[in-house]
C-alpha cells in the first residue's frame, strides 16, 4: 500500500519569500500525486497534479512540483508568497492505474506573515 | 448551482445515537468519496462508490454504513455514534479514476 509523508506540520514563513512544502511517498508501482489546498472552513480543492509527462507541474497562481522518482518526492515551491496563500497544504498518491482511491499526507499549514 | 453540497454543515449529537450526513452532487460524477479529517491524520477513507449500487471500504469503515441508490447522493450513517467519531467529514466526487476530486465543505460533527 502507498503512503504519504509530510514531514513539516506547520510553515511559518514572510510575505514575499520563497517557500518548500515537502511531500514523500513510498510506492513501488507507477503513482499519481497531487497537492490539494484547503483555506479555512472549506474543503479541499486541486492545487496541481502530475499523471505522465513532464515532471514539473505548475498551478494558476504560482506553485510548482517537481515529481523525482528516484527520491520519491513531489515537493511544492513557490518563489514568491503572498498572505492569501495561508492556507493548509494536502499531498495525496494515488496508484497509477488502479482506481481512485487517493492516500492523503497529514498536510502542512503554511502560514504567511508581513 | 452546480457543485457537491453537504448536510448539516454543524450537528452536535450523543453517544449511541444515528447520525445521518447527506452529500449532493450535480456533476453525474460516477465516483463518490467520504472522508474524515483529524488533526495530525489529515485525511482518512472511510467508503468510496464507483457507481450507483457499488460502494467499497476505505481505510476506516468501521461504525459508518453508506448507500448510493442514485448517482447524485452518497449518504453516510453513524449508526451508533461513538465521542472517536467526532470529527469533519467531507465529502468528494470524481468523474474519472485518478481524476480531480472536488470537495464538499464539509460536516462537523460532535458527539458527546
Redesign the interface.
Same mark, same amino acid.
Request: proline residues 0%.
Given at each position: 500500500a502507498q503512503s504519504?509523508t509530510?514531514l513539516d506540520s506547520q510553515v511559518p514563513v514572510f510575505e514575499e519569500a520563497p517557500v518548500e512544502l515537502r511531500c514523500n511517498y513510498s510506492s513501488s508501482v507507477s503513482v $499519481?500525486l497531487f497537492w $490539494?489546498v484547503q483555506y479555512p *472552513?472549506? +474543503? &479541499?480543492?486541486?492545487l496541481l =497534479?502530475y &499523471?505522465s509527462g513532464s515532471t514539473l507541474v505548475e498551478s494558476i497562481n504560482g506553485f510548482e512540483a517537481e515529481f523525482n522518482k528516484s527520491q520519491t518526492s513531489f515537493h511544492l515551491r513557490k518563489p514568491s508568497v503572498h498572505i492569501s496563500d495561508t492556507a493548509e497544504y %494536502?499531498c495525496a498518491v494515488?496508484v /497509477? /492505474? /488502479? +482506481? *481512485? =482511491? &487517493? !492516500? %492523503? +499526507? !497529514? /498536510?502542512t499549514q503554511l502560514k504567511v506573515e508581513l | 448551482d452546480a457543485g457537491i453540497t453537504q448536510s448539516p454543515r454543524y450537528k452536535i449529537t450523543e453517544t449511541g445515537r444515528q447520525v445521518t450526513l447527506m452529500c449532493h452532487q450535480t456533476w453525474s460524477h460516477s465516483y463518490m468519496f467520504w472522508y474524515r479529517q483529524d488533526l495530525g491524520h489529515g485525511l482518512r477513507l472511510i467508503y468510496y462508490s464507483a457507481a450507483a449500487d457499488i460502494t467499497d471500504k476505505g481505510e476506516v469503515p468501521d461504525g459508518y454504513v453508506v448507500s448510493r441508490s442514485k448517482t447524485e447522493n452518497f449518504p453516510l450513517t453513524l449508526e451508533s455514534a461513538t465521542r472517536s467519531q467526532t470529527s469533519v467529514y467531507f465529502c468528494a466526487s470524481s468523474e474519472v479514476p485518478a481524476g480531480e476530486l472536488f470537495f464538499g465543505e464539509g460536516s462537523r460533527l460532535t458527539v458527546l
Open positions: 504519504v509530510q $499519481y $490539494y *472552513n472549506q +474543503g &479541499l480543492q486541486l =497534479k &499523471l %494536502f494515488s /497509477g /492505474g /488502479g +482506481g *481512485n =482511491k &487517493l !492516500t %492523503f +499526507g !497529514t /498536510g | -
